[in-house]
């Protein structure tokens, strides 16, 4: 017989904290896995690893998995992770929230790191509602749809998240669902080796709130759905691949290019300006004086 | 332990308050900021975005307050010290970061130059109406601590000491200047770097795995120890009430001591009180002020002991928390307090309070955009004396 | 013998169905039994047909079930090092 096995996943969650709060059937879990599952792949060093989140469903992410992880206020994971990434940049940041805290409070935050380039990666759970506070609109909800705030459906046009952040600066743009775990596992490994602000939407489904109220059925509906309705279509052009009610879903890797990142940036402007003066070392190399 | 040489500009400089704020963030060891403009705040951040690639650490400027108050404490966590810069309008953007920072017990200074108010209020011109914000303006119960230089000398002085406060009581610390001290121009001395005394992080001893974020390590400070992003501790905070592992974890329980907890550091502190006192012993006026103000005061002052009146000093360097066991033992003996404010009236409350009712308090406002003149605290102060 | 198999943790299922829809070999469905919150975890019917490729692993957002290639059963692929 086989040794007894543990879950791969395993030592990449706090098992102290489960099972965890997310509705049976919601896909956040799934991405969390395929999250692991990128780690192993790949061979991150977990030690300079931090998850930063906002708050919502997604948010929550943080505060499961076994790394060093900071829940954040309401959509300002990106600036908090800001800081981080430009005062010890060994550090790898990796942003984990939703679709209401990215681009509704932390819209002017997503396209400012993206058009700075900041070095981290943003992964956008999302499922086109404010889940945690009981189904209310977001602005990626498409339209005609029936939410907590607009009990007679939407009507205000939704925004298209990789086309937002493909112009805004992004050096890589992937949209999966959580249908697609391979896929995804791949593009969560492939963006740790691309340094530069890197976006994975992940269409996710919320069986509570989105799907109940809409009757589009539940999580597992939701995944068929996502399956029947997906069309893989690489390097698409970013302005066609916006989401509506019922229709295609484009899913692929849309942008790869290169940047320099901000740090990257920084540096040159400075020895360029400064020359010898440029002292290039890392706010939390040379201020603490830590008496450990 | 004393400064970093590198970022102590040793020497006698002519500078205004708002630089030499700067220079005393950098010999603080501050090697991080994220600022937003807004007058009358802007040159410190603009001061420190020249220095610090020569020192060696990072200035961004971000898209908006918001985000420049909580890039500091990301900065923190990975390991810096860091500080933000505002107004009052900017300040107001910030409230909900100094809370996180009060939750979470992340060590960082938020330096307010305090203009007219409310709103864009006067841009360009003093006021001092962001005393009580300062110390409730975000939402919940919690302390903090804030420093009221009334120079530019001080402006270096006290950021340090807002520094060294922040690190050891893990709280968010102020820096309560205003538009007359931050653009006003002094001699400023900055000594050598090893008469400075700095306070390093309260970096946890605790190995990987034995280690809580949140719990005390029974030393009697109520602060626990911190640890750093990157360093293996795979720790996790939150702006939720948690408990000792940091976990969300709400309940009235937990939320309770916590709460209590961050309350308590602040208000047992032992080293929190400071004013400057002068002629307090015989006094029977005693006036109460700060920052700027406390320089007309000062002449006030001086213009009613010419004239006999038995008149004591006392200006706020920490206001908060405020020093009401000094006030109250003063009011044992005082026949009144006088409080000149450049505000309708937020410090003179707390004198109040602390005083009680059988000692008379007089209140001197200004709304702002101004000074006051020395002649309108001496009147009060002689309408006090009888 | 089965090239793979299944290992579940019962009390973390919350019945979701995803592993047993995309199952590409249909091992699972959801059984009669039901765990301490009430619902009916996986099991694996048709066993012999596993693979151990560990897709309902992937799809599962409870870490409830993953799968594993069995030792020397077919060809071996370390796709589970833990």
């Known amino acids: ?292 | ?386 | 013998m089965a090239k793979g198999t299944v290992s579940i943790q019962v009390e973390r299922c919350k019945a979701c169905g995803f592993c047993v829809e995309f199952c590409p070999t249909k091992v699972l469905a959801l059984s009669s039994a039901f765990n301490a919150k009430g619902y009916h975890p996986p099991q694996m019917v048709t066993p012999e047909k596993c693979s151990g490729c560990d897709l309902c692993g992937m799809y599962c957002p409870d870490f409830a079930i993953f799968g594993y290639r069995l030792a020397g059963a077919g060809k071996e692929e370390d796709s589970n090092a833990s």
């Open chain 2, 1 to 386: 332990m004393q400064a970093d040489p590198r970022g102590v500009l040793t020497g006698t400089h002519f500078i205004d308050g708002d630089h030499a704020c700067c220079e005393g963030c950098l010999a603080a060891g501050a090697r991080f900021a994220a600022g937003y403009p807004i007058t009358p705040s802007t040159e410190v951040v603009e001061r420190f975005a020249m220095r610090i690639p020569t020192v060696g650490g990072s200035f961004i400027q971000m898209e908006d307050e918001l985000a420049a108050s909580i890039a500091i404490q990301g900065a923190v966590w990975a390991g810096a010290k860091a500080f933000t810069v505002t107004s009052g309008p900017g300040f107001s953007l910030m409230m909900e970061h100094i809370g996180y920072a009060a939750m979470t017990e992340t060590p960082c200074v938020f330096v307010n130059v305090q203009r007219g108010g409310p709103s864009t209020g006067l841009p360009t011109l003093p006021g001092q109406a962001d005393m009580m914000q300062a110390r409730w303006g975000s939402h919940g119960d919690y302390g903090i601590i804030a420093v009221c230089p009334n120079s530019p000398q001080e402006c270096f002085d006290l950021t340090i000491k807002a520094f060294n406060l922040s690190e050891q009581y893990r709280v968010p610390v102020m820096v309560m200047m205003d538009e007359c001290v931050g653009h006003m121009t002094e001699k400023v001395v900055i000594p050598a770097a090893d008469k400075i005394q700095v306070t390093p992080r309260r970096h946890t001893k605790a190995a990987p795995g034995a280690y809580l974020p949140y719990q005390c390590n029974g030393d009697g400070s109520l602060v626990p120890d911190m640890a750093h992003a990157g360093e293996g501790y795979r720790f996790h905070i939150t702006g939720l009430t948690h408990d000792e592992r940091g976990y969300p974890n709400m309940t009235v329980k937990v939320q309770d001591s916590l709460i209590r907890r961050l309350r308590a550091k602040i208000d047992s502190g032992k080293n929190l009180v400071e004013y400057d006192g002068n002629g307090l012993d015989d006094a029977e006026v005693v006036v109460v002020s700060y920052g700027i103000t406390s320089r007309v005061a000062q002449r006030a002052i001086e213009m009613a002991r010419a004239q006999g009146l038995k008149v004591g000093k006392l200006r706020l360097i920490v206001a908060w928390p405020f020093p009401e066991a000094v006030i109250a033992k003063l009011a044992e003996r005082v026949k009144a307090f006088v409080v000149p404010e450049l505000n309708l009236g937020q410090m003179v409350g707390e004198v109040q309070r602390a005083a009680g009712k059988a000692v008379k308090t007089i209140h001197v406002p200004h709304a702002g955009g101004g000074v006051h003149t020395p002649q309108q605290i001496l009147q009060a102060i002689v309408e006090a004396s009888q």
């Open chain 1, 1 to 292: 017989m086989s040794p007894v096995q543990i879950n791969p996943v395993e030592p990449f969650l706090r098992v102290d904290r489960m099972p965890h709060i997310w509705c049976p059937g919601c896909g956040i879990g799934t991405t969390v896995n395929c999250f692991a599952r990128a780690l192993l792949d790949s061979k991150v060093d977990l030690k300079n690893l931090v998850i930063v989140s906002g708050i919502g469903c997604t948010g929550r992410v943080a505060g499961y998995v076994n790394l060093d992880s900071f829940h954040t206020t309401h959509g300002r994971a990106i600036p908090f992770a800001t800081g981080l990434k430009l005062a010890n940049p060994k550090l790898n940041v990796v942003v984990y929230s939703g679709d209401g805290d990215l681009s509704a409070i932390g819209g002017n935050h997503l396209i400012h790191a993206a058009r700075r380039n900041i070095d981290i990666k943003v992964i956008c759970v999302n499922n086109l509602i404010y889940a945690m506070t009981g189904g209310q609109t977001a602005p990626t909800t498409p339209g005609n749809v029936i939410t907590s705030t607009h009990p007679y459906g939407t009507f205000d046009p939704n925004f298209n998240l990789p086309h937002l952040v493909e112009a805004a600066g992004a050096v890589y743009v992937a949209r999966w669902t959580t249908f697609h775990v391979r896929q995804l596992a791949r593009s969560m490994a492939e963006v740790f080796k691309k340094p530069g602000f890197c976006f994975i939407e992940i269409m996710s489904p919320c069986p509570t709130l989105y799907q109940r109220r809409n009757r589009m059925g539940d999580g597992l509906d939701t995944m068929k759905f996502y399956k029947e309705h997906s069309k893989i279509k690489n390097s698409a052009p970013t302005n066609e691949v916006g989401l509506t009610k019922a229709g295609e879903i484009i899913v692929g890797k849309f942008v790869d290019r290169e940047r320099p990142d901000y740090l990257a940036m920084a540096h040159d402007q400075f020895a360029a300006s400064l020359g010898d003066r440029y002292i290039d070392e890392c706010a939390a190399g040379c201020g603490c004086g830590e008496d450990a």
